[in-house]
């Protein structure tokens, strides 16, 4: 089991502070749920997890490798490299990575005959499933999921959130689960944190956060989700 | 078979066939005719053009036809060899940036960049004076000539490459810096490399003909054609031939290997261009009068890919109408279709396409834009960045209602105001990029509003906006139906959005309408399977934890994998052989609800 710590973290590009000063636990084999709007500073947070960015100041730990999984499964494969390279790539040396591989494809509920293929023969949310897979070749401990639905189409996406929860489940791993989507995050989390303007203005249980929001900001970004029964009436 | 598309263009086909020949003639000529173009005859010196002599003979009396076939080795695979060493040369200079540290990096892109700055030819006769005269000096001057182009290239498109998405995700996964360029930088750079390759190898050669005709290229008793261009030149006002021989040559291979690279760019444009253009999309209902009448409307494409297949609804004054689908449903296309926004090579065919009673076809340009506001997702790309939004605005009453300057703004003021943008006055003197996502998307629809729009058509209008902005902006559509009573046509792929600000929902899938029918019955008279599915595998905040979320198995068809039967029948649980053998059409279930399934309504509300 193992923890994601940030701790004071602050990252600035010149004079705009992206992530200001913060301070936030995942804890070992629990879904933290990221939510905030777009500039808030959750992807510039995920970012300096897996040492895309380096913070400005403040540090991370996690006992355990980090791995993500990036939003446009358009782009975040190689599209000149088979699925099956592509997974290989991230496995530790000295692995079989060709049983490896199938074991993966297998796990993601893809068919392992088609390590061969180029992402370009597969849709969308079998991209999305390979890009997982490829996140779990490096062993990691803690994954990343970084608006992994949103890129999708809806009558895909319950698909791969079904993947993620029975995957974290299984293989126990802590997770940093960010989407603008508080329906999707309030599915997947055990805990949730709402981000804005680089800081955390609320954290805690799931439940908790989404019936008894204490943060303005939170109150706000639950009345705004849309939601089924209620019409939104002219301003 | 990629490759062979550069084949299919005349210019390509006519230059690959010239290479071909070029290359058969370097590799076998000199083995054929080079005792011909060697041998001296002295009894025939300094000739004319003969039966014998094709091209005349030189001062020893050597056959100048044979010697420019012999060349043709020579001054290719000097010019070929001057490229290669140019380009690897690039390559290497282009890319060590993303591999040295930092400073080390910034030191080689400045040194290209100022070498970018000399003209190649100038760097070329700088270098061969560096190198002596002679054959190496000669390859190795256009070579250096060559490689600041290359290597800015090489930088440029690695640039465009390393920020996208894999490589973050390789380098997360521990791939190293050398790899990293090997593995997956130059291979998706590779393309556009090897065509300006193909292009530098003709400039190499006719350089290379320009070094050797001043005399500081290759050197006797070797030749090549710029040499022999050179020795003809002295003769030409006697006996043109042994000039224009080797000249013809130079141009022919020059154009061939430009020619060649030109259409393997252009044959690059366009598959890039095909790549990059957006997914087709989609709407329909039956249609019985009112603001709009869409009648069986097509869109299709060249290769009989017709992503709207056949759709009817109408709008009536003062409607809220929500089109819900995925991407490839068509939705996009009809509203772009309706609004005669389809593009070449997309054509739009329907049996009625009425606005206002008349056909959209005959509708002046002035009418329609005046009567039809289009709101499109992107308000980043929908405006002019070097023009005052005021301005923007004030064009529409400008161009369409003949407003002068004055008048114009005011209105543009009015009606920024009207979309609840605060200080409409001062917001109307800046320029799109000081405007927030969220009001420039008011911006949008306030130029919508410049005129008097009976029909707003809102193309996924919040995707690119955070959910409370996404609030404000459906609710103030929703006013301007309620104030002006326009009718809206809402395009979204977000189901729950359409549910909370519409009246009607019309469902597409692959192309058609699959259901039609009031919103406040959705959540509990849906029919089709696809609607019903949708509802219960996309999560709200009333969906239950504990159970794992409904899933529609496999995705939607591209528009151009839809064949005979009901396009959703793949995916659908009560799919049987009739489904997947013919279409259902649009059929009543009762007033306002229609559905395409052959399904009885019992055996439909069994599934709910």
């Given at each position: 089991?193992?923890?994601?710590?940030?701790?004071?973290?602050?990252?600035?590009?010149?004079?705009?502070?992206?992530?200001?000063?913060?301070?936030?636990?995942?804890?070992?084999?629990?879904?933290?749920?990221?939510?905030?709007?777009?500039?808030?500073?959750?992807?510039?947070?995920?970012?300096?997890?897996?040492?895309l960015r380096k913070p400005t100041s403040g540090h991370i730990s996690a006992d355990g490798k980090v791995q993500m999984v990036f939003q446009d499964p358009y782009s975040s494969l190689d599209p000149r490299m088979s699925i099956g390279n592509s997974i290989a790539e991230a496995m530790p040396r000295g692995t079989d990575k060709k049983a490896e591989v199938a074991r993966l494809l297998d796990l993601v509920n893809l068919d392992p005959g088609r390590a061969t293929a180029l992402p370009a023969r597969l849709s969308g949310g079998q991209r999305q499933r390979v890009a997982l897979a490829?996140?779990?070749?490096?062993?990691?401990?803690?994954?990343?999921?970084d608006e992994i639905t949103s890129a999708l189409d809806v009558s895909v996406q319950g698909a791969v959130l079904n993947l993620v929860r029975d995957l974290q489940r299984q293989l126990g791993l802590s997770?940093?689960?960010?989407?603008?989507?508080?329906?999707?995050?309030?599915?997947?989390?055990?805990r949730i944190a709402v981000m804005k303007a680089g800081r955390i203005v609320e954290e805690g249980p799931a439940a908790r956060v989404l019936e008894d929001p204490r943060h303005e900001y939170t109150r706000e970004l639950l009345a705004a989700a849309p939601r089924r029964h209620t019409r939104l009436e002219a301003s | 078979m990629r490759r062979l598309t550069v084949l299919r263009s005349p210019v390509g086909a006519a230059s690959a066939v010239l290479l071909t020949v070029l290359l058969a003639l370097a590799v076998f000529a000199p083995i054929l005719w080079g005792d011909r173009a060697a041998a001296i005859d002295t009894d025939a010196l300094q000739q004319g053009p003969s039966a014998d002599h094709l091209l005349g003979t030189d001062q020893l009396g050597r056959d100048i036809f044979f010697r420019v076939l012999v060349a043709t080795r020579l001054t290719i695979g000097l010019a070929l060899l001057?490229?290669?060493?140019?380009?690897?040369?690039?390559?290497?200079?282009?890319?060590?940036?993303?591999?040295?540290?930092r400073w080390a990096g910034r030191i080689v892109t400045s040194a290209v960049n100022i070498a970018v700055a000399f003209p190649g030819l100038l760097l070329a006769l700088f270098f061969a004076v560096i190198f002596g005269t002679g054959t190496i000096g000669a390859v190795l001057a256009i070579a250096f000539a060559i490689t600041p182009s290359f290597a800015r290239l090489t930088q440029t498109l690695t640039a465009s490459v390393s920020g996208r998405d894999f490589i973050a995700a390789a380098r997360v996964c521990g791939v190293g810096r050398f790899r990293l360029l090997t593995r997956h930088v130059l291979p998706n750079i590779a393309e556009p490399l090897v065509i300006n390759a193909t292009l530098a190898a003709g400039s190499a050669l006719t350089a290379f003909a320009g070094l050797s005709f001043l005399g500081i290229g290759v050197q006797a008793p070797s030749y090549d054609w710029g040499r022999l261009l050179g020795e003809g030149l002295n003769r030409i006002y006697i006996s043109p031939a042994p000039a224009l021989g080797p000249a013809v040559a130079v141009v022919l291979a020059g154009l061939a290997f430009n020619l060649f690279g030109e259409a393997a760019a252009a044959g690059h444009r366009q598959r890039s261009h095909r790549a990059a253009?957006?997914?087709?999309?989609?709407?329909?209902?039956?249609?019985?009068?009112?603001?709009?009448?869409?009648?069986?409307?097509?869109?299709?494409?060249?290769?009989?890919?017709?992503?709207?297949?056949?759709?009817?609804?109408?709008?009536?004054?003062?409607?809220?109408?929500?089109v819900v689908g995925e991407s490839g449903s068509g939705k996009s296309l009809t509203a772009l279709a309706v609004s005669r926004l389809v593009e070449h090579p997309g054509s739009v065919t329907a049996d009625t396409l009425e606005f206002n009673g008349k056909p959209l076809d005959s509708t002046p340009d002035r009418e329609l834009g005046t009567r039809l506001a289009m709101v499109f997702q992107d308000p980043t790309t929908s405006f002019n960045p070097t023009k005052r939004i005021g301005r923007q605005l004030a064009e529409v009453s400008e161009v369409h209602q003949g407003f002068d300057r004055k008048a114009a703004a005011a209105k543009a003021v009015d009606r920024l105001d009207a979309v609840r943008i605060p200080e409409p006055e001062r917001r109307a003197k800046q320029y799109p990029h000081e405007f927030s996502g969220?009001?420039?998307?008011?911006?949008?629809?306030?130029?919508?509003?410049?005129?008097?729009?009976?029909?707003?058509?809102?193309?996924?209008?919040?995707?690119?906006?955070?959910?409370?902005?996404?609030?404000?902006?459906l609710k103030l559509l929703a006013r301007i139906r309620e104030v002006r009573s326009a009718a809206v046509l809402l395009i979204s792929h977000d189901i729950t959005v359409?549910?909370?600000?519409?009246?009607?929902?019309?469902?597409?899938?692959?192309?058609?309408?699959?259901?039609?029918?009031?919103t406040d019955e959705l959540f509990t008279a849906a029919r089709h399977p696809y609607t019903t599915a949708l509802l219960k595998a996309v999560p709200d905040l009333d969906t239950d934890r504990d159970a794992p979320l409904a899933v529609i198995p496999g995705r939607p068809p591209e528009p151009g994998e839809i064949g005979r039967g009901c396009p959703f029948a793949p995916r659908c649980p009560l799919a049987d052989d009739q489904c997947r053998t013919e279409e259902p059409e649009l059929r009543t279930l009762r007033q306002d609800h229609r559905v395409a399934c052959w399904k009885s309504e019992t055996e439909l509300a069994g599934v709910r």
């Open positions: 089991m193992s923890e994601l710590v940030f701790t004071n973290v602050t990252v600035r590009f010149g004079h705009h502070t992206a992530v200001d000063d913060v301070s936030l636990t995942v804890p070992a084999g629990q879904v933290m749920g990221l939510v905030g709007e777009s500039g808030s500073g959750k992807s510039t947070l995920a970012a300096t997890a897996v040492g490829r996140a779990l070749a490096g062993r990691p401990r803690v994954v990343i999921a997770m940093l689960f960010i989407s603008h989507n508080l329906a999707v995050v309030r599915y997947v989390s055990d | 001057a490229t290669m060493i140019g380009v690897v040369t690039g390559l290497v200079l282009g890319s060590v940036p993303s591999v040295l540290p253009t957006p997914q087709p999309k989609t709407v329909g209902s039956p249609a019985d009068g009112g603001l709009l009448t869409v009648r069986n409307l097509h869109v299709t494409f060249p290769g009989g890919i017709t992503p709207v297949r056949g759709v009817s609804f109408s709008v009536h004054n003062g409607e809220m109408i929500g969220g009001m420039r998307q008011r911006a949008m629809i306030a130029m919508g509003l410049m005129g008097e729009p009976q029909l707003v058509i809102a193309d996924e209008p919040t995707t690119a906006l955070d959910v409370t902005v996404q609030r404000e902006v359409v549910a909370q600000t519409c009246d009607r929902v019309l469902v597409m899938y692959a192309g058609r309408i699959v259901e039609e029918l009031p």
